[in-house]
């Protein structure tokens, strides 16, 4: 403020404008504005919920949680990877990545996380559901805490996972965006009446692209590969 200013402090005005001045001194200006609340900082993230059936009747590991002896395995790469433990219960786990590092690292974790549990107990099923959307996060207790619809529709997946018996179900909007490059198969399905979605949802099941068997070799090939004056020895076809 320069010196003329502070000499002369502005008057208060009269008439109409009365209000508008009065509602900027007291800080009221702001509930007449309609952009004048924040809202809420917003975040697109990846989730993988997983579930693991039957802990306590598995023999030898009675009262033992697999999956956290698990989880303290794959940890670092899930945190070198950008992801983080949204929530974890005994036999059950949330995973959260940004959308961005997500849609890369969501379907390796998953059968990296399979693959360590079925070392521990050779026939152990591991239900998996996956998605992206947008979260609220909000700070918690120990790790941040996220709210959203998407939350809602993972769940909803993986109880239409545990009915089918499938490995890992991913979400439409999630499977857009996943690397095509990683050896995985991705095979339609579409879920009817599954709690959180008003709709049928498109979905995909996920399973590993096992590596193609050598082709044998045709009757030409063979007679190519055998020397001059050998055709004799060929085997009988």
């Given at each position: 403020m320069d010196t003329l200013s502070a000499a002369h402090p502005p008057t208060r005005p009269n008439g109409p404008s009365l209000w508008k001045w009065l509602l900027r001194s007291v800080g009221l200006e702001t509930w007449?504005?309609?952009?004048?609340?924040?809202?809420?900082?917003?975040?697109?993230?990846?989730?993988?919920?997983?579930?693991?059936?039957?802990?306590?009747?598995?023999?030898?590991?009675?009262?033992?949680?697999?999956?956290?002896?698990?989880?303290?395995?794959?940890l670092p790469a899930v945190r070198t990877?950008?992801?983080?433990?949204?929530?974890?219960?005994?036999?059950?786990?949330?995973?959260?990545?940004?959308?961005?590092?997500?849609?890369?690292?969501?379907?390796?974790?998953?059968?990296?996380l399979r693959e360590r549990l079925r070392r521990q107990a050779r026939h152990q099923e591991l239900f998996g559901a996956a998605s992206l959307g947008w979260v609220t996060p909000r700070s918690g207790r120990g790790r941040r805490q996220y709210r959203g619809e998407v939350l809602t529709h993972v769940a909803g997946m993986l109880r239409e996972n545990q009915q089918l018996g499938h490995d890992l179900?991913?979400?439409?909007?999630?499977?857009?965006?996943?690397d095509y490059t990683l050896p995985f198969r991705y095979d339609l399905h579409v879920g009817f009446?599954?709690?959180?979605?008003?709709?049928?949802?498109?979905?995909?099941r996920v399973t590993p692209e096992l590596p193609s068997e050598p082709t044998p070799p045709s009757f030409t090939e063979l007679v190519t590969a055998t020397p001059t004056g050998k055709v004799s020895s060929l085997p009988y076809l």
């Open positions: 007449f504005h309609p952009h004048a609340a924040a809202q809420p900082a917003r975040e697109e993230r990846v989730f993988l919920r997983l579930i693991l059936p039957g802990v306590s009747g598995i023999a030898g590991k009675a009262g033992a949680d697999l999956l956290n002896v698990v989880l303290r395995e794959c990877g950008g992801g983080e433990v949204a929530s974890h219960q005994s036999g059950s786990l949330l995973l959260t990545w940004p959308a961005e590092t997500g849609q890369r690292e969501v379907v390796p974790t998953y059968f990296q179900l991913v979400s439409a909007a999630l499977h857009h965006r996943l009446n599954l709690p959180g979605h008003r709709y049928p949802a498109t979905l995909f």
